[in-house]
Nanobody
Framework: QVQLVESGGGLVQAGGSLRLSCAAS????????MAWFRQAPGKERDFVAAISWSGGSTYYADSVKGRFTISRDNFKNTVYLQMNSMKFEDTAVYYC?????????????????WGQGTQVTVSS
């Protein structure tokens, strides 16, 4: 099993940047596809970005493409989400998710493990 802990959230002005981190415990992290989802108040949890176990393939929601970058460091058991040119509509709780021995997916139910979430607030 893997436990996921997000960090790096906070308050940022529109146009600014934040980098989220997701630290994973467990020795099989490198076998997991990883993803970031986000959930704004009153809305469903939406896909943001995903990355393959090797880091060689990445996928993004259209709303963040060109602004956000997902990456991973399997030696540090950590996945990152670099968020640039942030917009007010990026405000949400951001969740890290892991899918063992699977390809990256945009579907929530493909992920078995979830972090507790970190709040990101963008002021306009």
């Amino acid at each position: 099993q893997v436990q996921l802990v997000e960090s790096g959230g906070g308050l940022v002005q529109a146009g600014g940047s934040l980098r989220l981190s997701c630290a994973a415990s467990g020795r099989t992290f490198s076998n997991y596809a990883m993803a970031w989802f986000r959930q704004a108040p009153g809305k469903e949890r939406d896909f943001v970005a995903a990355i393959s176990w090797s880091g060689g393939s990445t996928y993004y929601a259209d709303s963040v493409k060109g602004r956000f970058t997902i990456s991973r460091d399997n030696f540090k058991n950590t996945v990152y989400l670099q968020m640039n040119s942030m917009k007010f509509e990026d405000t949400a709780v951001y969740y890290c998710a892991g899918a063992p021995f699977r390809r990256p997916s945009q579907l929530r139910n493909e992920y078995d493990y979830w972090g507790q979430g970190t709040q990101v607030t963008v002021s306009s």
